[in-house]
C-alpha cells in the first residue's frame, strides 16, 4: 500500500511539473500612443475569442513611451493580441461620420490597416514553450 501511494504521488509530480513546463509568457510592448488620457484595452486572444472579443483583458494605464505587459502561464496554441486606447472611456471604439476610428488601436503583428478589425490570419502567432515578446506599434485613429 505504502509503495502505491508512493508510486501515485511521483505520478503526480511528473504531470504538475509536465504540465507547468508548457506554460510560457506573452509579453506585448506597446508604442505610438498620442495621449496619456483614458485607458488602454488590452486582449490576448484565442481564435473563438478574437471573433467574440471574449480574450484574456486587461486594462492599462497610458504612459509616455513604451507600455509593456505580460501575460502568465500562457499554454501552447495560437494566439492574437487587440488594443483599443479608450481615451473617453466608453468602453467602446468611437468613429467618425465617414466610419474612421477615432481612437487608436493596434494588434499583434501590425497589420496593415483596412476597413474593419484586423483578421485573425494576419494578426496570429504560435506561442509553444519559449517566452514570445511583441512589438505593437498603435495605428492612428484620431
Known sequence: M???VLTCAATCLIHHAAAAADLTTVSINVQGLKSTEGVLYAGLCTEEGWKTYEC???VL?????????HWENVEAGRYG????????ENGQMDFDF????????GSSNNPAPR???SLWRDASFE???KPVTLD??????D
Not at 494605464?61 to 505587459?69: D, F, L, M, Q, Y
Not at 493580441?81 to 473617453?88: E, F, G, I, S
Not at 505593437?136 to 485613429?141: K, N
Open 2 to 4: 505504502k509503495q502505491l
Open 56 to 58: 484574456s483583458n486587461v
Open 61 to 69: 494605464k497610458p504612459t509616455p513611451g513604451t507600455i509593456t505587459h
Open 81 to 88: 493580441v487587440t488594443l483599443l486606447h479608450d481615451k473617453n
Open 98 to 105: 465617414f466610419g474612421t476610428p477615432e481612437e487608436q488601436w
Open 115 to 117: 476597413m474593419g478589425p
Open 127 to 129: 506561442v509553444a514553450d
Open 136 to 141: 505593437i506599434r498603435m495605428q492612428p485613429g
